[in-house]
């Protein structure tokens, strides 16, 4: 079945330590997204990518970086820089005008 | 900028009653398409239903259904028969074009009561 697969489903990050969070689609979509969500809330953007090798800031894109060497691939990691890291993740993908899937999110925690 | 306002943080029904959930927005598009989506308390975002500007018929799905009124920018979602599985946040969505990020509104939280 194809669909988007988020890993690892819990993250637990150090101080000062950079962690990354997976997600690969096999829907062969051209655009992929992150959001971040913190509770209670709606979903802020972090980074989108429409083609391979090339991305663009969202919202809320310190503290963050992201890749996109293959279509079906766009790692998100969260550095030591973003210093409230504690949130849940959603990663998406789309082909033009069609609406998002979306992957079953990674929650991430401070240590 | 396209905008989506959900005025309705939250909003409460009883099991096998009707609810209506509102949005509006803006976009200075002609031809677009406008989402809803469920996250229920396990946060998967789950597409609920969609709409196509061009046409003029309501959309609907099962117990879920829209009123669309392009004119006025409203996208109301309209769930008959509420179950308890239908708990959960509603996020009303806008693309802004082509494969551009959904614009999301900031959800209603439903809670159906038995």
């Known amino acids: 079945d194809g669909g988007i697969t988020q890993s690892p489903k819990y993250l637990f990050r150090k101080e000062g330590q950079n962690v990354t969070l997976s997600c690969e689609q096999n829907?062969?979509?051209?655009?992929m997204y992150w959001y971040r969500q913190d509770p209670g809330q709606g979903l802020r953007l972090i980074y989108y990518?429409?083609?391979?090798?090339?991305?663009q800031k969202g919202d809320i894109a310190e503290g963050y970086s992201v890749s996109r060497e293959k279509k079906e691939s766009f790692p998100l990691t969260v550095t030591s820089a973003q210093k409230n890291p504690t949130a849940f993740y959603l990663c998406?993908?789309?082909?033009?005008?069609?609406?998002?899937?979306f992957g079953d999110g990674t929650r991430l925690s401070i240590l | 900028a396209q905008t989506v306002t959900q005025s309705q943080p939250e909003m409460s029904v009883q099991e096998a009653e009707t609810v209506t959930l509102s949005c509006t927005y803006d976009t200075s598009e002609n031809n677009y398409y406008l989402f809803w989506y469920k996250q229920p308390p396990s946060r998967q975002m789950i597409l609920v239903i969609r709409q196509e500007a061009y046409k003029q018929q309501n959309a609907t799905e099962n117990r879920f259904s829209v009123n669309f009124q392009k004119a006025a920018k409203s996208f109301s979602l309209k769930i008959s028969d509420s179950q308890l599985g239908d708990t959960a946040m509603y996020f009303c969505?806008?693309?802004?074009?082509?494969?551009?990020?959904?614009?999301f509104g900031k959800g209603t939280r439903l809670s159906v009561i038995a």
């Open positions: 990518s429409q083609i391979v090798n090339d991305f």
């Open positions: 969505a806008l693309p802004p074009s082509g494969n551009t990020p959904l614009v």
């Open positions: 829907l062969n979509h051209d655009a």
């Open positions: 998406a993908s789309s082909m033009a005008w069609q609406p998002q899937h």
